[in-house]
């Protein structure tokens, strides 16, 4: 579907809300329900799930027995998209990579990989990267969830895998990058990137980007310790901490001209959270910073499906991460540190790039902001003039990741990586049993227990129609696709709901962004033959 056609959609949704009548009660108690939620500001984003009560309202619009009401007038139909649209606009950001089975060095770990993105925000602020290590060994996925705008998760995206991989390399290959930069040569290519089309980087920046990563190998080479490279662990946790002082660091410098100047102060100013996996040989390698997640899908030897955790949350969920930061200030501020389920009232995920409002100092924020020419847009940069309250004894926020290694075994099939706008929807075990049962075709129903053969009839059609949900056919091929599908249009009995999603789908930006989140997802195949023959 074009943006222009969309566009209009969008337009005569918008529409509806005014011109509601009386014959479409659901659709105008609905839309008072969304308008009555105020938008938070961008700065204070990251939104926790909506409750399963508003998840179901907007699929429940008939009778008390569940049963769908028919559309029956104009409005009501220009609110809702047909299966085509629905489709067209779930599939427009779909990505399928297949992987050769040897690629040149070694057996492939991965098989193949498929991703997708949703937006909510206008732009979408989640990001997403996929590349093979060329000079080293192993693939790196990552999914990057942006706040307070997307310029932070853009950088991230496009710079953050550059420096694991750097990071990795002996320092023979160092010194023959540094030589080639020395003499002009063309550099020997250290990832091979597996972009959508719509993928974009900051091309007035890529000078600066290469400048920071050429000095960040020089102090490589110029250390005694380095000289097999670093472990894909030491790797990723040495290259989140070097790229975050990097982005704080071209905020703080004089740069060449006012545009790129605007998107350095952007960059550091905005934030964005982090979860990077490695897969190679050796097993899985997770670093993570935020509230993105990576879930590992495993088949039992019945067929079941089970889901194995390679990151923990970063956020007030997580008791450990709560009083982690408290320990870090003083026993003054353990009442303020943490508000409102939020960094000092504001923001949701306790890690993260940039966010240097979080970080540096009050003074040297007014300083920066103070000195920028007027040829920069100070209107875009409003944002970063706030200051968080309580804001006593700053750094409150890092991004040191949170590390996990995973050894392959054969009955691990595949990688789950999600921005949290998936994990708001859909839980851990159900997003692996909706990939496990895709990938397999095969839709396994535990045997009725003697409780439920005790249970009324009403209870029991309940009962069957959630089982006969679980064995619907797939719509779609991507499997990324198919998760976003069931995330938004999930209904009650775990059936897909067409009403549900087309409304979800076709609600108008400033109510898109209140009921659910960007969402960005990758389904990674991992080779269980590889895992088997090193078992033996």
């Known amino acids: 579907m074009s943006g ?9 949704a918008s529409a509806c809300t005014l011109t509601l009548s009386s014959a479409a009660p659901f659709q105008c108690a609905q839309l008072k329900s969304i308008t009555s939620c105020q938008p938070r500001p961008a700065h204070h984003r990251h939104f926790s799930s909506w ?6 309202q907007l699929c429940s619009n008939g009778d008390e027995s569940g049963n769908g009401r028919h559309l029956s007038t104009r409005q009501d139909l220009d609110f809702q998209l047909n299966q085509v649209q629905i489709n067209s606009v779930l599939r427009s950001n779909e990505q399928t990579v297949s992987l050769p089975e040897f690629d040149g060095r070694e057996l492939s770990v991965v098989r193949k990989f498929e991703s997708n993105q949703l ?3 206008t732009p979408n602020e989640d990001r997403r990267s996929a590349a093979s290590c060329l000079q080293s060994k192993g693939m790196l996925f990552g999914v990057f969830d942006g706040h307070g705008g997307w310029a932070c998760a853009q950088a991230v995206s496009e710079r953050l895998l550059y420096y694991v991989a750097v990071a990795m390399l002996p320092k023979e290959s160092l010194e023959e990058l540094e030589k080639c930069m020395e003499h002009g040569r063309p550099v020997p290519p250290i990832l091979q990137w597996y972009k959508h089309h719509t993928d974009f980087n900051y091309r007035e920046s890529a000078s600066l980007y290469i400048d920071h990563l050429r000095v960040f190998w020089q102090e490589l080479l110029d250390s005694e310790e380095h000289d097999e490279g670093m472990s894909p662990p030491d790797a990723l946790h040495r290259a989140f901490k070097r790229l975050d ?12 001209n006012d545009l790129m100047k605007s998107t350095a102060i952007q960059v550091a100013f905005a934030g964005c959270t982090a979860c990077v996996a490695h897969v190679g040989t050796d097993g899985i390698h997770v670093a993570n910073a935020g509230d993105c997640r990576v879930v590992l899908g495993v088949q039992e030897d019945d067929g079941s499906w089970s889901a194995v955790p390679l990151s923990q949350d970063h956020n007030t969920q997580n008791q450990a991460e709560v009083e982690r930061i408290k320990a870090q200030h003083p026993p003054s501020e353990r009442d303020t540190v943490i508000t409102d389920d939020r960094l000092l009232g504001v923001l949701m995920p306790l890690r993260a790039f940039g966010d240097v409002r979080f970080k540096w100092s009050h003074e040297l924020q007014q300083s920066i902001l103070a000195s920028l020419e007027s040829g920069v847009d100070l209107d875009s940069l409003n944002l970063y003039q706030y200051t ?7 750094p409150y926020l890092d991004v040191a990741p949170e590390i996990s290694y995973h050894k392959l075994r054969p009955q691990d099939r595949f990688l789950i990586l999600g921005t949290d706008g998936l994990w708001d929807e859909l839980g851990s075990e159900e997003a692996v049993r909706l990939i496990g049962e895709h990938l397999s075709g095969i839709h396994l129903q535990a045997p009725v227990s003697p409780s439920e053969r005790q249970l009324k009839l009403g209870q029991m059609h309940e009962l069957l129609l959630k089982r006969q949900a679980r064995a619907s056919p797939a719509l779609d091929t991507n499997a990324a ?10 209904g009650e009995y775990g059936e897909l709901c067409q009403e549900r999603l ?7 930006e400033d109510l898109a962004r209140m009921y659910r ?13 590889l895992a088997r023959s090193q078992h033996r």
């Open 4 to 12: 222009r056609v969309y566009a209009s959609i969008l337009q005569r």
């Open 51 to 56: 409750g399963t009560s508003r998840k179901h």
């Open 119 to 121: 937006a909510a925000n």
């Open 245 to 256: 002082a990097d982005i704080s660091l071209e905020a703080q410098v004089p740069l060449s």
């Open 388 to 394: 968080p309250p309580n804001y006593l004894t700053p």
């Open 481 to 490: 696709t198919h998760l976003i599908r069931h995330a938004l249009g999930t």
């Open 502 to 508: 087309a409304t979800m789908l076709a609600l108008p």
């Open 517 to 529: 989140d960007d969402i960005t997802a990758t389904v990674v195949y991992l080779n269980s033959d």
